[in-house]
């Protein structure tokens, strides 16, 4: 019941977020457009509808996160928020490939930013309000298991900090150094290429149900606690699979064959518990015997 209340209240979260995220993004995109040419402020627009469009991508998760698996969607919803953060990932990388041809043509022909005290301002104030509701959410995603929601967390801190070193660049403009413009603009493109490339990449990892390091280990840690379970021989085969914020996945395992099926039951029941402790975000583990397999 806590975790479900949780996930309601992160939910309108998320989406407030969103709408936050695109209002500064949309207000720095026209004013560095239009009034005040500046790259920086331009670039700090972008990053922030970047923003949004995660946030978005957590809040739809989440929606489908509540939805019951169905006859034709046999394991839930949950990989949606993967196909919208691939193609949110490569909108903001082809959005990205702009700031660095606008940073470009700073850099080799600098030019003066008109009223940079309001584009400062305006960036300031976006950096102070991502930076809180970031740290806020960090907080409260502590009590969670919802990875998606500690990574949104900490993607709108990334934001205010990014804000930040725009409200730098545009300081700098103000006494004439306008080639820090460009170099921030640069840094946002940057780092909106980096983190595109790793959301497709752990998004992609997710769709293909590939296990990575933390998979392997916690694969052999839930080996480790079936064969802890009086009455198992041996736990030979774990396959894991990660769908949003919850696992999923199937061990075989070795027990006497005059074992009864009660006895082999409450076995399972003793290891998906165990599992479930170490794990919160195991949803379900399909245990099989071998023996019985045999037979």
């Known amino acids: 019941m806590r ?31 239009t009034i005040s040419k500046s790259v920086a ?10 923003d949004g469009f995660v946030s978005a991508v957590v809040w ?14 046999n394991y839930g919803y949950y ?25 470009y043509n700073q850099l080799i022909d600098p030019h003066e930013v008109n009223l940079p005290i309001l584009g400062a301002v305006v960036a300031l104030l976006a950096a102070i309000t991502a930076i809180v509701i970031g740290v806020y959410k960090h907080r409260k995603s502590k009590k969670s298991k919802l990875s998606s929601v500690k990574l949104e967390a900490f993607n709108t801190i ?5 804000s930040g070193l725009t409200v730098v660049a545009l300081v700098f403009d103000y006494y004439g150094y306008f ?16 983190i595109g490339f790793a959301a497709i990449k752990e998004s992609s990892y997710m769709l293909v149900d590939a296990c990575d390091n933390e998979c392997i280990d916690r694969s052999y840690v839930i080996k480790t606690i079936a064969e802890e379970v009086p009455g198992v021989e041996s736990a030979h085969i774990v396959r894991l699979r990660r769908s949003g914020p919850i696992h999923q996945g199937a061990i075989e395992i070795k027990v006497s064959h005059e074992m009864k099926v009660k ?4 076995i399972k029941k003793k290891i998906l518990n165990k599992v479930q402790q170490q794990f919160p975000d195991v ?13």
């Open 3 to 33: 975790e479900k209340n949780f996930i309601e209240k992160a939910d309108k979260f998320a989406g407030l977020t969103t709408l936050i995220l695109f209002g500064f993004g949309i207000v720095q995109i026209i004013l560095g457009e």
């Open 41 to 50: 402020l331009t670039a700090n627009g972008i990053d922030c509808m970047g």
């Open 60 to 73: 739809i998760g989440l929606k489908f996160f509540k939805k019951p698996a169905n006859q034709k969607f």
């Open 79 to 103: 990989k949606m928020e993967n196909l919208a953060s691939i193609a949110a990932a490569i909108i903001m990388m082809l959005l990205a490939g702009y700031i660095v041809l606008r940073s």
């Open 158 to 162: 990334k934001d205010g900090m990014a």
């Open 179 to 194: 080639m820090a413009d460009a170099i921030v603009g640069f840094i946002i493109a940057g780092v909106i290429v980096t």
């Open 263 to 266: 006895e082999f039951n409450a």
């Open 283 to 295: 949803e379900r583990l399909t245990i099989t015997s071998m023996e019985q397999e045999e037979d």
